[in-house]
């Protein structure tokens, strides 16, 4: 890979100070002024690399899905098909939200998708687009599991990811809101109980 | 119940307003101006009522607090002990969800809790206090249908909680983000699967 130009460092720079300071004020939230400030550069400076607060919107919104592809659906593609993908895809993903979590941060992803929930525009659309994604890898992943006899033919793998989804977000309620320190045990709890009713019978 | 004055009426009308504009821009994003723009009233007949954004944005969780007991909680519990309350509890949830989902809305106390994920201070504890009770009534509703031995005596109702969490939250996703029409199908698939699991044996 070439190395990256000096342009092209300092746009990462800016987008990763944007995307920490989203966690707190949103995308919404963002002004170039104090991001600028942050990064003690001038105004016209961070302009000379995004044309408008929205691309910066799109571009933070990019890193973010490139770093969820990286930390959880990558690593989870490298195990075998079935039971085992799933399992690795579910404990990346509590990973995700924990190693956030460790700076005090949930999955800003799900932070954004409410945030933009009832807006329209480029950015709502593009975390629809990240979001539907997921989706489509856990139910790809589903169905796979279903080819490999692992789990019985006649199960949604649709209904599958949604009821996951269901447990990732209950998870992050759980550790984030109420910062419950069994959080772990109760989302293993459910997820062992999907699997098991989603298993084929052994005969 | 006394008529209410024209203080109380004013007052209910800016939260009102307030709640109505919290839906696109959240609660950090409400200003007085343009809050006081919307009504058609002066920003110092706004500080009249509330001393800071800080209070009105308190009033706002307080009112949907209210309207979240008097849709869901009270007609829930005003149904049979047990199974029949859970589902009650099970289908208003999903029809407020929808109410507000007609206008383009969802669950506006989620959207909340995620904007204030990562804050501090009194509004975020609102919040936090808010969504507790709710997992609590459904918590309390569980270990009723354990009493009553509908549900099986060695249920964990903290976890049949966190699920049923975990399908309210999906089913957002799916009606919100996904704009799925079997959104309500799914929900309801993965509650009776929940249920059915849940049940004392009959023997």
């Known amino acids: 890979m070439a190395a990256a130009t000096k342009g092209e460092e300092t746009r990462a720079q800016i987008i ?26 001038s105004k016209s400076g961070l302009f000379a690399h995004f044309e408008s607060k929205e691309d910066l919107q799109l571009e933070v919104i990019q890193e973010l899905a490139d770093r969820f592809i990286a930390s959880i659906i990558l690593p989870a593609f490298a195990k075998a098909r079935g039971e085992p993908r799933l399992r690795a895809l579910f404990e990346r993903y509590l990973a995700w939200v924990g190693n956030h979590a460790s700076g005090g941060r949930g999955c800003l992803l799900t932070q954004l998708q409410y945030e933009f929930q009832n807006q329209r525009g480029r950015v709502k659309d593009k975390l629809v687009v990240a979001e539907r994604s997921w989706f489509e890898t856990l139910t790809k992943a589903c ?12 199960l949604d793998p649709e209904q599958f990811a949604y009821e996951l989804l269901g447990i990732f977000t209950f998870y992050q309620h759980a550790a984030r809101f109420f910062e419950d320190p069994r959080a772990e045990q109760r989302a293993t709890a459910a997820f062992a109980a999907l699997v098991e009713r989603s298993r084929a019978s052994r005969s």
């Open 16 to 41: 990763d100070q944007a995307l920490r300071m989203a966690q707190t004020v949103g995308l919404e939230g963002l002004t170039f002024g104090e991001l600028a400030s942050a990064l003690d550069v």
């Open 143 to 154: 169905a796979i599991a279903i080819q490999e006899k692992h789990f019985k033919a006649t």
